[in-house]
């Protein structure tokens, strides 16, 4: 069965700080793997995706990390801010025939304080 | 561009009533998705589909829910009968068919049953 573990559960840090969450994955064929961010009742929102042959990928203040070999993902967040308190949710899709099928991961609730 | 459509926004109902949730993918966007989202959980893939086939119901509970796209375009999700657990946020979401597209999500419906 595919699966997406993420941790921590939930990270409270303080305005300014960086801070890194991790996705371990146990999903075949892999495909790509992507982390979103969800504020409070909205949908997911995508903020990168990376494929097999993609060990980083930055996105202004955001940059993810893949290691294909080990299945763990890293999603680092530098210099936060307020506006960062969201839940981030990492997908991993597995290939489907001509279908990409996606598993979601529980998410890291992060809350920045000022 | 408008986004996904989604209705109702919020439905209250009491166990054992059926209940049916509408989205308007955007548009080209060729697959469709409905996912349950349970409070303080990831998203939960109930159902994708490919134009008007299925590519992917392995998560849905077949003996209450249902999900039909019948032209292709826009989808329903029906629950009957309801149960309490089944309380949760239904978001639909659609993207171009292929490994890198984005999903766009919709704002989801906010399910209470009692």
């Known amino acids: 069965k595919n699966q997406v573990e993420q941790s921590p559960q939930s990270l409270i840090i303080l305005e300014g700080k960086n801070c890194t969450l991790q996705?371990?994955?146990?999903?075949?064929?892999?495909?790509?793997l992507r982390w979103y961010k969800q504020d409070t009742g909205r949908g997911p929102v995508s903020l990168t995706i990376m494929t097999f042959s993609e060990n980083t990928k930055s996105n202004g203040r955001y940059t993810a990390t893949l290691d294909a070999d080990t299945k763990q993902s890293s999603l680092h967040i530098t210099a936060s801010q307020l506006s960062d308190s969201a839940s981030y949710i990492c997908v991993v899709s597995a290939r489907k025939g001509g279908s990409y099928i996606p598993t979601f991961g529980r998410g890291t609730s992060l809350i920045v304080h000022p | 561009e408008a986004g996904v459509a989604q209705s109702p926004r919020y439905k209250i109902i009491e166990k054992r009533q059926s209940v049916a949730f509408w989205c308007n993918p955007i548009?080209?966007?060729?697959?469709l998705y409905w996912y349950q989202q349970i409070l303080g959980q990831g998203p939960k893939l109930l159902i994708q589909?490919?134009?008007?086939?299925?590519?992917?119901d392995s998560q849905l509970p077949k003996d209450r829910f249902s999900a039909e796209r019948l032209k292709g375009v826009d989808s329903t999700l029906k629950i009957q009968p309801a149960k309490l657990e089944d309380s949760a946020v239904y978001l639909c979401a659609s993207s171009f068919p292929g490994q890198v597209n984005e999903q766009y999500f919709g704002p989801g419906t906010r399910l209470t049953v009692t």
């Open positions: 589909f490919q134009n008007n086939g299925v590519v992917d």
């Open positions: 996705c371990n994955y146990t999903v075949s064929p892999f495909s790509n």
């Open positions: 548009s080209g966007h060729a697959t």
